[in-house]
């Protein structure tokens, strides 16, 4: 089964940038959807960011509060993809998730919904921004 690893978080003041990395075990990588999600304490787990399949042409989808700020992408090539995040703001503090859309979670894909990936998740990565 895919397992996926976060990285790059870290501490940057507001209006700074961060990228985090997702890292993926397995090369079918490519065959998967990538959603990130961010919690921060004592807050539900929220939707961020997805990259669709390759094969799908990489359609990309953002939250409202992230769009136009947070850039998501993907290298197959590296079974890795990235969250690029600027213009940070306090708010964005959270530990950072990603995931592999979980196969057979309905058609069209609800990206935004946690239940459409797998069961499984890493255990993130931290990002505070400091006003």
């Known amino acids: 089964q895919l397992t996926l690893v976060e990285s790059g978080g870290g501490l940057v003041q507001a209006g700074g940038s961060l990228r985090l990395s997702c890292a993926a075990s397995l090369s079918a990588f490519n065959r998967y959807a990538v959603g990130w999600f961010r919690q921060a304490p004592g807050k539900e787990r929220e939707f961020v960011a997805a990259i669709g399949w390759s094969g799908g042409a990489g359609q990309l989808y953002y939250s409202d509060s992230v769009r136009g700020r947070f850039t998501v992408s993907r290298d197959d090539a590296k079974n890795t993809s990235y969250l690029q995040m600027t213009n940070l703001k306090p708010e964005d503090t959270a530990t950072y998730y990603c995931?592999?859309?979980?196969?057979?979670?309905?058609?069209?894909?609800?990206?935004?919904?946690?239940?459409?990936?797998?069961?499984?998740w890493g255990q993130g990565t931290l990002v505070a921004v400091s006003s």
């Open positions: 995931n592999g859309d979980r196969p057979g979670s309905g058609w069209p894909r609800r990206f935004e919904d946690p239940d459409t990936y797998l069961s499984v």
